[in-house]
Nanobody, 122 residues
Framework: QVQLVESGGGLVQPGGSLRLSCVVSGFTLDAIGWFRQAPGKEREGLICIGTRDGRTYSTDSVKDRFTISRDNAKNTVYLQMNNLKAEDTALYYC?????????????????WGQGTQVTVSS
């Protein structure tokens, strides 16, 4: 069984940056991705990275600002978020990706962690 633990969230000013970490334990061949959920909004898939080939995919909403990377030696996947905006405020989760595509609300995740809060505010 795969377990995922996110960390790195916090309060940041608009235009600032944060790096989230996701430690993955257990065996999986699934891609690992990040999604977020804000109060009153749908869950939104954002970006993912292939476990076998390292290829990445991101939705247009974050394509120019968020990047994903992984450190296999540490079993950790990172989400680098730059030029953060107030609308990026949400609870961020990492998870195993069952399906993804251009529409973030259509992404499916198999397992995910407890989430880490990101708040963008001045």
């Amino acid at each position: 069984q795969v377990q995922l633990v996110e960390s790195g969230g916090g309060l940041v000013q608009p235009g600032g940056s944060l790096r989230l970490s996701c430690v993955v334990s257990g065996f999986t061949l699934d891609a690992i991705g990040w999604f977020r959920q804000a109060p009153g909004k749908e869950r939104e898939g954002l970006i993912c990275i292939g476990t076998r080939d390292g290829r990445t995919y991101s939705t247009d909403s974050v394509k120019d600002r968020f990047t994903i990377s992984r450190d296999n030696a540490k079993n950790t996947v990172y989400l680098q978020m730059n030029n953060l905006k107030a609308e990026d405020t949400a609870l961020y989760y990492c998870g195993t990706v069952d399906s993804y595509g251009p529409v973030g609300s259509d992404w499916d995740f198999g397992s995910w962690g407890q989430g880490t809060q990101v708040t963008v505010s001045s």
